[in-house]
């Protein structure tokens, strides 16, 4: 039997190269049978390709298993298809549901409508939903897109979001989401063989997902996905892959540096650490940023990867000054040191003197930010 499903993996506007380019490295589903798409890639996949594609991409947000897709005109026309379709297939019985419909260009415009009608046909095969769960578990997420005539539903593979990996508990200022802190780092064009400092480390998002990466660990493995709660999943498959990722830990070796002038902070890149099993991989100094392990007497040919403050106010002299300064030191690190910064401002990061150029644009706390990087592989 066929079991290939759409799939549709989602990530934050603007990282999809950076997606295509780590999931192309996991070697997971044929890349040419990828396409990127506005807002994540498309492919064909089974349920246990959704879960390896959640334990792997650190890039992504979702992963969307298409489960319907049919023409409907009108509200009892979307009631009547989806009576048709056998749900049990794949949605446990009883299952705790969350059912949300977005609508675009479409007479079914409402979205409260359609949302309601899914999930009476939905309930009335799968019977009435237990009461709500004490232990905090998420529905299993139902979302059902209208767009003009076609009517899409899908069912969330991940359920709680891929950037909540599950370490990242404590925060500083402006805590970087885990995804957007994956795809600088892959846009630095660091890799695993080379030191790695991060001279802002805030709550050590940064250094972490490298220490991670170089420790071989994979983004998903602290948690569970709700694809795990389907009909159809093979979980027998799926312990096999977590354990052969565990028997693919090793000891990190290269020198990883962070350092924040803010106690707090520190104090949270350690915690953060700690959860994330990398504690021992990391070098966090409380202090100014240019006596970040690493920068201080750089050696082997390294990379810095930083999210220094970037503020809301064009034009800040101070802002002006740190970013001027950070030119000065980064230009002096020898021949060949990959560098990636981010930034709300592009002529902030121009102030370094450096020349960068734009690796990906996209939003961070409501803001649109700028990824800016010399010396990697950008198209
Ligand atoms: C935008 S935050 C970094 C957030 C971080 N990427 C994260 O994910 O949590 C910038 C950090 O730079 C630190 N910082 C600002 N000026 C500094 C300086 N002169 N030396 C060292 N750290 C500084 C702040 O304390 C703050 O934690």
Request: overall charge neutral.
């Amino acid at each position: 039997m066929d079991t290939a499903l759409d799939l549709f993996v989602a990530c934050l506007p603007g990282l999809e190269p950076w997606c295509a380019r780590e999931f192309a490295a996991t070697g997971l589903v044929p890349a040419d049978s990828v396409r990127e798409q506005s807002g994540g890639l498309a492919l064909r996949g089974d349920l246990h390709d959704a879960f390896a594609l959640c334990l792997h991409l650190g890039t992504a947000s979702h992963v969307l298993v298409r489960l319907a897709e049919f023409p409907c005109h009108h509200l009892a026309e979307l009631r009547r298809r989806c009576d048709r379709i056998d749900w049990t297939r794949w949605l446990p019985r009883n299952a705790r549901l969350e059912v949300r419909a977005t609508t675009r260009r479409t007479k079914l415009y409402h979205s409260g409508a359609v949302a309601e009608r899914v999930e009476l046909a939905l309930r009335e095969q799968l019977g009435p939903a237990p009461e709500p769960a004490t232990d905090g578990s998420a529905p299993l997420a139902i979302l059902v897109r209208v767009e003009g005539e076609t009517v899409t539903i899908s069912c969330d593979a991940a359920g709680a979001p891929l950037h909540r990996q599950g370490w990242r508990l404590e925060g500083a200022k402006a805590p970087l989401r885990e995804d957007l802190a994956h795809a600088l780092v892959l846009a630095s064009g660091w890799d695993p063989s080379m030191p790695f400092v991060d001279p802002f480390c805030g709550s050590g998002t940064l250094p972490i997902v490298a220490a991670r990466i170089a420790a071989g660990r994979l983004p998903g493995e602290g948690r569970t996905f709700a694809v795990e709660q389907l009909c159809d999943f093979d979980a027998e498959r799926a312990a096999a892959l977590r354990g052969s990722v565990a028997a693919g830990h090793r000891e990190v070796t290269v020198p990883i540096g962070a350092a924040d002038r803010d106690a707090g902070a520190v104090a949270a890149t350690r915690a953060n650490a700690e959860r994330a099993d990398v504690a021992a991989a990391l070098e966090v100094v409380e202090g100014n940023w240019r006596d970040a392990p690493g920068l201080v007497d750089p050696g082997a040919v390294g990379a810095v990867v930083s999210n220094p403050p970037f503020g809301k106010r064009v034009g800040d002299a101070r802002l002006v000054n740190l970013w001027q300064s950070i030119g000065a030191v980064l230009g002096r690190l020898p021949e060949g040191w990959r560098l990636a910064l981010l930034s709300a401002d592009r002529r902030l990061a121009l102030r370094t003197g450096l020349p960068l150029k734009t690796a990906f644009l996209t939003r961070h706390g409501g803001l649109g930010v700028r990824a800016m990087v010399r010396g990697a592989a950008v198209d």
